[in-house]
């Protein structure tokens, strides 16, 4: 008898962990097209005007749901520098993250969204006790570059343009 319950738990078990498979595969094969935007960044990338001092390597991350970005920066003092982005989709927010590191310390996280082929991303930040909105624009993206704008505000009105440079796709 104890060999017959422990025969119909063992069953039991795997028919609910092939079930549970089976469902996951099922989820996992039908992702949302929101993913689809992020292979505009997919390849290698530099910097018009700084082709000789930096590359970015943008590629799917195991699963094909997050985007992966390693970039080197040769600086003017000799020194390289690394950095590494994370891009993502939140389909049930139909939103966009990015989270970005660098061998300088740099953290940074912002949500966006893409539209009319552009990505647009934003965050907030107290910087000496006052917010500082940040807004990073990227696209639309042709088949050889992308142009990319970074600004910032204090009262989303009035924004300043931290950097304005067109990204240029290596292969």
């Not at 104890?2 to 609910?16: D, H, Y």
């Not at 982005?85 to 953290?107: A, E, M, Q, V, W």
Request: proline residues 2%; contains cysteine; aromatic residues 10%.
């Amino acid at each position: 008898m104890k060999a017959l319950v422990s025969a119909i738990v063992v069953v039991g078990a795997i028919s609910t962990s092939l079930v549970g498979l089976a469902q996951t595969s099922a989820s996992m094969t039908t992702r949302p097209s929101g993913y689809d935007q992020l292979s505009s960044l997919i390849g290698r990338w530099t910097i018009k005007g700084s082709e000789e001092k930096y590359v970015e390597v943008c590629r799917w991350y195991d699963g094909n749901f997050h985007i992966i970005c390693e970039t080197e920066n040769k600086r003017t003092d000799g020194t390289v520098g690394h950095g590494m982005s994370i891009l993502g989709y939140l389909p049930n927010k139909d939103t966009y993250t990015y989270h970005g590191i660098g061998s300088k310390g740099r953290n940074e996280t912002m949500s966006g969204t893409f539209a009319d082929g552009v990505f647009e991303f934003t965050a907030e930040a107290i910087d000496n006790g006052a917010l500082v909105i940040s807004r990073v624009r990227m696209g639309p993206f042709s088949e050889r570059e992308a142009p990319f704008v970074a600004e910032s505000s204090t009262d989303r009105e009035s924004w300043i343009v931290d950097a304005n440079i067109t990204y240029v796709r290596l292969e």
